[in-house]
Every structure is written in C-alpha cells, then in structure tokens.
Nanobody
Framework: QVQLVESGGGLVQAGGSLRLSCAAS????????MGWFRQAPGKEREFVAA????????YYADSVKGRFTVSRDNAKNTVYLQMNSLKPEDTAVYYC????????????????WGQGTQVTVSS
C-alpha cells in the first residue's frame, strides 16, 4: 500500500499562485499514474489533473486548463500541482491519489489517497 502526504496549501488572494506537493512512500511510485482531486464545501469531489507514470502525458479538467500544471519527480517520489491565476472558485481541499495503473485511462481507478490540503482563495 502507498502512503501519500500532501503539503503546500494555504490562503492566497485571487490571481495568486500556490504549488502543492504530494510525497509518496510504500510502493514503487514510478509504476503508477497519479491524480489530483478537490472537494469544495457542499460539493462532490472532482477531478483536477492527472499524470502518467513517466510524466509524458498530462490531463486536466476544463476548469483548470491553462492555469494548473501537474508534474512529477520519480527520483523524489513526489507529484506536484502548480496552480496559477487562482480564483475564489478554486477554494477546496485538494487530494492527491495513486492510480492502480501506469496510464491514465477513462476508467482509471485510484486506490490510495492523501489526507488533503486546504486551498483558500480570497477575492
């Protein structure tokens, strides 16, 4: 089983930037695609971004495309989410997750989740 620990959340003004990190341990990090999700108060958890095992392929929700960038450093067992031009509607708890596969597919399943990190964007 993999353990995931997110960090980097905080309070930022609209238009600002944050970089989230997710450190993994417990299994071969580079063998798995990784994803970022978020959940705002009163809303369901939603997909934000995903990256395949090598980092060559990245996927984004339409709501963050062009503003967020997902990346990974397999040598450090860490995945990142660079968030620029933040908006108040980006306010949520952000979670990283480890996929059961190397590739990001339409039916990709995630079987390990971090505890989440709060991102608050003020207007």
């Amino acid at each position: 089983q993999v353990q995931l620990v997110e960090s980097g959340g905080g309070l930022v003004q609209a238009g600002g930037s944050l970089r989230l990190s997710c450190a993994a341990s417990g299994r071969t990090f580079s063998s798995h695609a990784m994803g970022w999700f978020r959940q705002a108060p009163g809303k369901e958890r939603e997909f934000v971004a995903a990256i395949n095992w090598s980092g060559a392929y990245r996927y984004y929700a339409d709501s963050v495309k062009g503003r967020f960038t997902v990346s990974r450093d397999n040598a450090k067992n860490t995945v990142y989410l660079q968030m620029n031009s933040l908006k108040p509607e980006d306010t949520a708890v952000y979670y990283c997750a480890a996929a059961t596969t190397q590739w990001v597919l339409s039916n990709t399943e995630y079987d390990a989740w971090g505890q989440g990190t709060q991102v608050t964007v003020s207007s």
